[in-house]
């Protein structure tokens, strides 16, 4: 295979992918009931089809979009929100200067394809999304919920030794948690007078994020009868829960997964471990057996 035809395959396979990428624009600029949302949304969708015509003038091809992708993303997006799907369609889509670099006659195209992702950057910086503006009360509730309740239930297992009476015990702490960080962040939100934000929802966001990461952290002590398996099954859920949450902050807020993902964890794990030390040393010295 020449030049020529690795150059064409090439395009060929980005024409699909712009070609999908504008129809899911256009689906989510159609559903968005937010105007100025549905504005950018439409001007992405009407870039991407430009690379597709721009595309297609070399190839003299017509391809047909993703289906399956489409489905896909506008089922995803249900579930995290447009910024997230946006930004996953960019950071899935090949990077089209990388195609045209070592075509010297094409070099044209990668400037210019440079040029629009940077343009492209900068329209999806301006998507307003209610979840991501109260994406610190969210953070908020999870670290605080990790990090406090990685120790509490590791400190709970050695201190009682009991699955069942850690998962009550872990239940009832974790609720009076949840509540007491919601009023904070409510409290909080409420002092500083930020237009962008409603104390209400703040809160509310605090501890939804905060009950559901108690209810996964607690659940592997109601399911299993050994404390020490059900201990390591919930460190496990943290990092899991962790490694999830970093990933859709890191697109979502186009920031760094390895490093919220180290700090994060470290964090937990440190305190969970401090934590199933103390729990030892007062179960040794004050003599008491659970």
């Known amino acids: 295979m020449n030049e020529k035809d690795i150059l064409v395959k090439n395009m060929l396979r980005l024409q699909q992918d712009e070609l999908t990428s504008c129809i899911v624009y256009q689906k989510l600029s159609k559903r968005e009931k937010n105007p100025h949302n549905s504005r950018i949304l439409s001007e992405i969708s009407a870039e991407e089809r430009s690379h597709y015509i721009t595309l297609r003038s070399y190839t003299g091809q017509d391809v047909a979009p993703n289906r399956f992708l489409i489905i896909f993303y506008m089922m995803l997006v249900h579930l995290l929100g447009i910024t997230f799907v946006v930004r996953q369609m960019e950071l899935n889509e090949k990077d089209i200067s990388e195609v045209y670099k070592n075509f010297p006659d094409t ?36 670290n605080d919920a990790l990090v406090e309740f990685t120790g509490a ?14 998962a009550l015990t872990g239940s009832i702490t974790g609720i009076a948690a949840a509540l007491s960080m919601a009023s904070s962040e409510y409290l909080s939100t409420k002092s500083d007078k930020d237009p962008g934000k409603h104390p209400v929802k703040a809160a509310i966001y605090t501890g939804i994020a905060y009950v559901i990461t108690v209810v996964a952290l607690v659940a592997p002590f109601v399911l299993i009868s050994s404390p ?63």
Do not use: P, W
């Open 153 to 166: 239930l590791a400190g709970f297992t050695l201190a009682l030794n009991d699955s069942k009476l850690i």
């Open 228 to 290: 020490v398996i059900g201990l390591c099954v919930m460190l496990m859920m943290a990092l899991l829960i962790i490694a999830f949450f970093n990933y859709y902050y890191s697109v979502a807020r186009n920031e760094s997964f390895k490093r919220r993902f180290t700090e994060m964890a470290a964090l937990s794990f440190s305190v969970a471990a401090i934590s199933f030390l103390i729990g030892y040393l007062l179960k040794t010295f004050t003599g008491i057996e659970a």
């Open 107 to 142: 070099q044209y195209l990668a400037e210019m394809a440079a040029d629009e992702e940077r343009h492209e950057q900068q329209l999806i910086g301006m998507i307003n999304e209610e979840r991501l503006e109260y994406m610190g009360s969210v953070v908020l509730g999870l």
